[in-house]
């Protein structure tokens, strides 16, 4: 191995080596640490600094992982009735794992080189994203121009006892309000949200939400949705309307930069954004 080999691999080997120790302590397996590991590219063999399709899917598949066990992680907190000594040795493990996962990062605004707008795969989506430990991760399909996510949600979301807090319910018809207006090829941003709470939403039982586009009115768009329980889905729990806005070409640039705006030549309605242009539920300025 060359000296200029080894200068470039020490970065790697010094996040190797805190990832390592931070699962020993944990008393985790060792080969654990090949999926935290971020993928680790030479220079040499990434011209353009793109991941290939098999690496980005591999870190892909680990950052849901991880986003996976810190839910699990999160449930646990929230759930334990361990004593002081065990919630602060606890606290310190997990302290120590930060090292492994602060080595690089990206800034507040800057794309998550793990998403796909095009594939309108959003892993960091506090809603709908695998890899966000803050996620419900809302699963969600779209049939004939209904879009229905399915959750089940458990104590991290609490509000009344027993129950999903009223915040949640209008962050996930949110979600699927904004969705189902980008599946429609119209991207608009959320201008106004109402949502009307019918009976308490429990907690750990399968829910389906679903919304769908009931008006468009040139750059304004109205989707309308509900949270039911999956065994009742006739009998909505709480009912939802949004009215979202399509930006113009130079308010997307403005507010999303890299994920751009639409060429001058893009096919479409004039002053509308392709949805693949615009990132899934953001908060309006239009």
């Not at 935290?36 to 353009?48: F, G, I, N």
């Not at 699927?176 to 090829?185: E, H, K, M």
């Not at 119209?186 to 939400?209: D, H, I, K």
């Amino acid at each position: 191995m060359t000296d200029e080999t080894t200068r470039r691999q020490a970065p790697r080997k010094r996040v190797d080596d805190a990832v390592d120790a931070a699962l020993d302590e944990l008393g985790l397996p060792r080969q654990a640490a090949a999926q935290a590991r971020p993928a680790w590219e030479e220079p040499s063999t990434v011209a353009d600094g793109m991941a290939t399709q098999r690496e980005m899917a591999a870190q892909r598949d680990a950052a849901a992982q991880l986003g996976a066990a810190l839910r699990a992680l999160t449930d646990a907190s929230v759930r334990t009735l361990a004593p002081t000594a065990t919630l602060l040795d606890v606290a310190a493990r997990i302290t120590q794992c930060l090292p492994a996962l602060t080595a690089e990062q990206r800034d507040v605004g800057e794309p998550a080189p793990l998403d796909d707008p095009v594939a309108k795969l959003w892993l960091y989506n506090p809603v709908i994203g695998q890899a966000n430990p803050i996620a419900p991760w809302l699963e969600t399909t779209l049939v004939d121009g209904v879009l229905t996510g399915r959750a089940t949600l458990g104590l991290p979301y609490q509000g009344p006892r027993g129950y999903l807090h009223g915040g949640v319910s209008a962050m996930m018809l949110d979600q699927v309000l904004g969705d189902v207006v980008s599946a429609s090829g119209r991207s608009g941003l959320t201008v106004s949200l109402s949502a009307r709470y019918r009976r308490p939403v429990p907690l750990l039982a399968p829910l389906l939400v679903v919304g769908r586009v009931v008006e468009v009115a040139d750059r304004k768009i109205t989707a309308a949705g509900t949270i039911a329980l999956e065994s009742e889905p006739d009998q909505p729990l709480v009912e939802g309307v949004g009215i979202f806005v399509v930006p113009r070409p130079d308010q997307a640039a403005r507010l999303f930069g890299a994920f751009g705006a639409p060429a001058p030549d893009t096919p479409g309605t004039p002053g509308t954004v392709p949805s693949a242009a615009v990132p899934p539920n953001q908060p309006s300025t239009a």
